[in-house]
């Protein structure tokens, strides 16, 4: 049999997979892509899109409940299996719909995660191809747990797929996807459990706003327990035991579901990569500049799989633009990352952008940081919101913004001013000079700075 040869090989189907894809075959080259789960990726079709129409129905409940007595007093309860119906009405299109305008353009569609046999050679549905070029794009996966009795550990896929929510939840891992899960979980009704081997939640964050976070994610009812090691999860007749090493000591807690939410790493065991020589560590495939591979000038990797990434689908988008660009133009175009904003979808959200306040002080002769908490402000007392605070540090020298932190129930929303800021290098007399709509809570970043 014939092997078939291509121009363009892509490997993964989520946003970078697919930039590279449509670009390249709407320059008339030959493509093929292949993706081992659904069509679409991972962030619409089981994290960041589906996460958020989940997060809606809790954002309703918490103002719902911030307001009530206050102009409000109907009782407001989550409907999970409604809910999860509402969810799948965005998701459930994902894949045929992607498969579809992806076949329009002419593209070659596999349903397998192909394996190397050589530099530019692969074997995937049982078949041989070759491609000039090999991209890349297959994103993470959950990093496995090693304690026995791991293959009863939940990942966030079966979270988002919850038919009936659990009575009781343990999550463990206290990162960004765990702090998520859990606020849904506890504003739905679960008693919820986050068990971390670390002293707090969400270590990239900044220190004092998480210190704020953790207090009133407490009051919802989450308990934390840190410094604990997991060792074991046996099943039993309807729940789990789950035992954990702290301080020297053995503990036990028993759940009716334990969520493996400790992080996660490249998606590349399936794919050979030695036999390919392509060079990979531990943050995924080791790439150059135009993020192409440094031992394998054939292949090119994009998305949260390159060792270039950070875990956000804008960034995603972007790296497979540029690597579009070198592929039709040569080695053109180098991967530039501006200053990217962050956010965690608790409620409130919290958020972040450029430096720590630590980075700061490494990098500044004198910085300056305002910092409070502003619960008293109009923006949150209009809707009782319990916590709003912020962070934002400025060299002392120029007044320009060179990080902020914030948390507040549009956090996730404002940080974007603040990135858009630092990367304008725009200083306090800037945004204090700037007209905002009033009442705002753009407008409180003239107080904030």
């Not at 896929?157 to 765990?178: H, N, S």
């Not at 090119?300 to 804008?314: E, F, M, R, W």
């Amino acid at each position: 049999m014939e092997k078939k040869k291509f121009d363009v090989f892509v490997i993964g189907s989520g946003i970078a997979g697919q930039t590279v894809a449509k670009a390249c075959v709407e320059a008339g080259k030959k493509v093929a892509i292949a993706d081992i789960r659904e069509f679409g990726g991972t962030c619409a079709n089981r994290g960041c899109d589906p996460k958020k129409v989940l997060i809606g129905a809790t954002e309703a409940l918490e103002q719902a409940h911030n307001l009530k007595g206050k102009g409000l007093r109907t009782k407001t309860t989550i409907n999970w299996k409604q809910l999860q119906n509402f969810k799948q009405s965005f998701t459930d299109k994902i894949p045929a719909g992607t498969e579809k305008e992806l076949k329009d353009l002419g593209i070659k569609l596999y349903h397998q995660s192909p394996k190397f046999l050589d530099e530019q050679t692969l074997s995937v549905e049982g078949k041989t191809v070759s491609a000039e070029k090999i991209i890349i794009a297959t994103g993470l996966e959950p990093r496995p747990l090693s304690i026995t009795g791991a293959k009863h550990l939940k990942v966030s896929d079966d979270f988002l797929d919850l038919k009936k929510l659990p009575k009781q939840i343990v999550f463990i891992g206290a990162g960004y996807i765990a702090m998520e899960f859990a606020h849904i979980a506890a504003r739905a009704g679960a008693k919820v459990t986050v068990l971390d081997t670390g002293k707090r939640v969400l270590k990239a964050f900044d220190p004092d706003l998480v210190k704020e976070l953790t207090k009133y994610s407490e009051s919802l009812g989450i308990k934390f327990i840190f410094g604990a090691k997991p060792t074991a999860l046996k099943k039993k007749r309807k729940r789990y035991k789950l035992t954990y090493e702290i301080k020297g000591s053995s503990k036990i807690i028993k759940s009716y579901a334990v969520f493996n939410t400790a992080g996660r790493v490249p998606a590349i065991k399936e794919l050979e990569l030695e036999k390919g020589n392509v060079d990979f560590n531990e943050k995924g495939v080791v790439t150059n500049g135009y993020l192409q591979s440094t031992s394998n000038t054939n292949v090119y990797a994009c998305g949260d799989v390159s060792d270039k990434n950070l875990p956000l689908t804008p960034l995603s988008g972007r790296q497979g633009y540029v690597v579009s660009e070198n592929i039709l133009k040569g080695n053109s175009k180098e991967l530039s990352v501006p200053v990217i904003p962050s956010v965690v979808f608790t409620l409130p959200n919290l958020a972040t952008v450029g430096y720590s306040e630590k980075e700061a002080r490494g990098r500044y002769k004198k910085i300056r940081v305002n910092y409070d908490v502003v619960p008293g402000w109009f923006n949150a007392k209009r809707i009782n919101a319990p916590l709003y605070a912020y962070k934002v540090i400025m060299n002392d020298r120029t007044g320009e913004i060179v990080g902020a932190h914030l948390l507040g129930p549009n956090a996730g929303e404002i940080i974007n001013l603040f990135a858009l800021a630092i990367n304008k290098g725009m200083t306090d007399k800037d945004i204090k000079s700037t007209i905002f709509t009033y009442p705002s809570w753009a407008n409180d970043l003239k107080s904030m700075v």
